[in-house]
């Protein structure tokens, strides 16, 4: 797959989870998918329908406000794509309630692709920058959010 098809795949998964259609952003899954946020107590899991879970879950707990893109890199079937993301942690995040607070962290993403689709989807999260700014007294955590 090439480069410019890629990242249209990641852009339009990336804005139908901001909007909040979990459908839409797993339809552009393989239908053996691997979804795995490290550090996520389910572990990884398989196939759309488990990944739509996740998602549902995702932004019944969480608004997300942006996903900037730092740093891409791209291969045969698989791009590495760094974003800052910005969010209002409506539940919990990392197992932290978050009362209505805005963070901002950095998250990494490992994309693999197959055919014309994504069939894994790694992520990586500074869960440090999140507690901090989840735990900080109320006033600090912008001040805690990485720069």
């Known amino acids: ?13 990336i804005s139908a989870e901001i909007a909040g ?18 550090g996520s107590p389910t572990g990884p899991v398989r196939g759309p329908a488990a990944a739509q879970g996740f998602y549902d879950q995702l932004t019944a707990d969480l608004t997300t406000e942006q996903m900037t893109p730092t740093r891409e890199q791209y291969g045969q079937d698989f791009c590495v794509v ?3 993301a910005t969010a209002v942690v409506k539940g919990a995040f990392i197992g932290i309630p978050g009362n209505g607070r805005r963070v901002t962290f950095r998250m990494l993403h490992v994309w693999d692709f197959k055919g014309d689709a994504i069939s894994r989807e790694q992520v990586w999260l500074d869960g440090a920058a999140i507690a901090a700014q989840l735990t900080a007294p109320q ?6 959010a990485p720069a």
Do not use: F
């Open 21 to 38: 259609d979990t459908a839409a952003a797993v339809s552009l899954y393989t239908d053996d998918v691997e979804h795995d946020v490290i």
């Open 1 to 13: 797959m090439d480069k410019p098809r890629m990242k249209e795949l990641i852009e339009q998964h």
């Open 82 to 84: 760094e974003h800052e």
């Open 139 to 144: 006033g600090d955590a912008a001040e805690l």
